[in-house]
């Protein structure tokens, strides 16, 4: 799906080829993941990500970029709560891997976000690769070229 505006093209996740036996889209979402500076100090990433929640996983990819979506399925994670993180409000995302996600949305509709991942469950029918979910997880960080999931397992 392409959206065309203000000289600029934004891709979107194509569901159609994604989506398995059984998988319904729960919602659909612009957002930045928040990072933690060396300082310390809480800030949003400059890349905007397409989310796409299912009733089976989360789907990330960056705008306008030519990337395979991450795909983290709902038991890879283990919490999720709406939090602060100095004054940004989140969704924040505990991964099996220890690391976290800050989610957020420019666009007040957090408590639908929150909802949304909430709702998934693992399929019945389908069992996804840890291993891909894993490496999708790499494939993020590496991608923001710096730490934006911090490992609280040290």
């Given at each position: ?22 998988e319904e889209i ?129």
């Amino acid at each position: 799906m392409r959206i065309i505006g203000s000289k600029r093209e934004v891709t979107l996740i194509d569901e159609k080829d994604l989506l398995v036996e059984g998988e319904e889209i729960l919602g659909r979402y612009t957002i930045v993941l928040l990072q933690e500076a060396s300082n310390g100090a809480w800030l949003p990433s400059v890349m905007q990500l397409d989310a796409m929640i299912t009733n089976y996983r989360l789907l990330l990819r960056p705008f306008r970029k030519k990337y395979d979506p991450a795909s983290l399925p709902a038991h890879y994670i283990t919490r999720i709560d709406m939090t602060v993180r100095d004054k940004y409000h989140v969704v924040e995302l505990q991964l099996v891997t220890k690391h976290f996600l800050c989610l957020m949305l420019s666009t007040g509709k957090l408590n639908d976000l929150y909802r949304d991942v909430c709702a998934m469950k693992r399929p019945t029918r389908f069992v996804f690769d840890d291993k891909l979910a894993r490496a999708d997880i790499e494939r993020l960080i590496t991608y923001f070229g710096k730490q934006p999931l911090p490992d609280t397992a040290s």
